[in-house]
């Protein structure tokens, strides 16, 4: 599948304003959306996981790499979506999720769950080894980021040769990225971005044609309660850094929740990965909300939920401050949408179950159009499975949709 990724990189990299979404999200409904609307529109769509997510251990989701992969195909036969449309990809592939170890153990769990991602038929690898681990700095420098990547890049091609890997990190800090002193979030420089491209080129060697995308910071960002922009007339001179790598595009780390104007101008310059995933999560949050409050128990679910993320704060806590109110305001309602780590535990799924089975009758329109917009009762009317499932379906599809701005099949 690399082929079709580099065909997209090639029509970039020679003017075409095209991209291809990538779905960073292990969750079932949004899944089954992003499919559907893929199938719909007979376009390709990659599907992310990430070290933390998805590994030999099984990372927060239960899933190994292989398990993962099964765990999509099923939603897609079961939605009738062609599997040839999905390509696998894998996000932040190092040794993040063992860091707290020394460096031997860290880089040896690493080297076994790129093996199996890449056995698996993940194709699009994005290596990142730019954390330190037990004893060493928060953040490596470029040469050793590289030699560590190059090192895993190595294993992953003993496995398989039809790979595309992405080089490179611009993860914002928990809460949120760090604004500048006009509140807007700095690109990265095309300089650091160049140096931490050639450091990889140096360490890859003959590996080096492989790299296919480098992650940088174009300035588009959100916070726990705050969007940030991007001005449609910025250019921040990233794709100076790619100029003699007509292979190579750029992919930043997140591009949720922006204007949908915003994504064909990140393709003018030369993102032709667009990554999405807590927006997508944050619609099905707001569909399932919505339907809490057209039921006789209203707010249930939503109660329900407080106390499951109250009893366990690890997954938000860090993330979100202010006062008991904004604390309760972001849980729920928050961009950063840590919510979403809460939807596979038992008590939040049983009060999905309970949500969904209190609807004994379709729900009329008249109640319908106090909670959900007009596009999404009319994509639902034209969607498939239970009135629930494509009112879910319809407002995380309609959330992907801007993604989709360009034929790039």
Known sequence: MSNILRD?????????????????????????????????????????????????????????????????????????????????????????????????????????????????????????????????????GDAQTAERSTKLARICTEVADDLLFVVGTEVPPPGGARTDEDGDIPPTDPAAARATLDAHDQAFGDMAPLIGGLVVQPGVEFSPTAVHHMPLDRDPGLLDSIADRPGVCLEAHSTDYQD??????????????????????????????????LRARKGALQSAMEAVMLADPSKWQGHYDGSDEALYQQRH???????????????????????????????????????????VLDRAANGSGDQLTRLIDAHISLALEPYFFEDAT
């Open 8 to 140: 997209i990189i090639q029509r970039n990299r020679t003017g075409s304003a095209v991209a291809i979404p990538s779905v960073c999200s292990a969750h079932p409904d949004v899944l089954r959306a992003s499919l559907g609307l893929a199938q719909r529109l007979d376009r390709r769509v990659v599907i992310e996981a990430t070290s933390n997510q998805v590994n030999q251990d099984g990372g927060y989701t239960g899933m190994t790499p292989r398990g993962f992969v099964d765990f999509v195909y099923g939603i897609a036969d079961m939605a009738a979506v062609d599997r040839d449309l999905i390509i696998f990809g894998g996000d932040h592939l190092g040794p993040q999720a063992w860091r707290s170890q020394n460096v031997d153990h860290a880089m040896g769990k690493a080297e076994t769950m790129v093996r199996d991602y890449v056995a698996a038929g993940f194709g699009k690898i994005h290596l990142d080894c730019s954390e330190g681990c037990a004893g060493e700095p928060a953040q490596l």
């Open 333 to 375: 309602f928050g961009l950063a949408d840590r919510i979403r780590y809460y939807w596979p535990t038992a008590q939040a799924q049983s009060a999905v179950a309970d949500l969904l089975s209190s609807f004994n009758a379709p729900i009329p329109d008249s109640a319908l159009q106090n909670v959900f917009d007009t596009d």
């Open 260 to 293: 949908p104007a915003v994504f064909p101008r990140l393709a003018e310059l030369g993102f032709a990965f667009q990554k999405v995933g807590p927006a997508l999560t944050f619609a099905y949050r707001e569909a399932l909300y919505g339907l809490d409050q």
